[in-house]
């Protein structure tokens, strides 16, 4: 009977010690300031939208939301030259 209640109370002092660790990790990770979701976004040269700066066209330090509005813009200047 004896070693009965000895196993029964390491158990209960398990089971509360668990408990207490996996409420302490999560306290921890509330408190941790969010990741940014945001980045940061660019003006397209050509037609002014803005667009993540990871996905844009870069050429000569202008942005351009596609290839195609880069060529636009491209012609463009061309025309304006002449």
Same mark, same amino acid.
């Given at each position: ?8 109370? $390491?158990?209960?002092?398990? &089971?509360?010690? %668990?408990?207490?660790? /996996?409420?302490? !990790?999560? +306290? ?8 940014? $979701?945001?980045?940061?976004? &660019?003006?397209? %040269?050509?037609?002014? /939208?803005?667009? !993540?700066? +990871? ?28």
């Amino acid at each position: 009977m004896r070693t009965l209640l000895i196993i029964l109370a $390491i158990i209960i002092a398990v &089971v509360i010690i %668990k408990r207490l660790l /996996t409420t302490h !990790a999560r +306290s921890k990770t509330a408190h941790q300031p969010a990741r940014e $979701i945001f980045q940061k976004t &660019v003006r397209c %040269k050509h037609c002014g /939208t803005h667009i !993540a700066e +990871s996905v844009a066209l870069k050429v000569d330090n202008q942005f351009y939301c596609s290839e195609k509005h880069f060529l636009a813009e491209k012609n463009r200047e061309e025309k304006n030259k002449t």
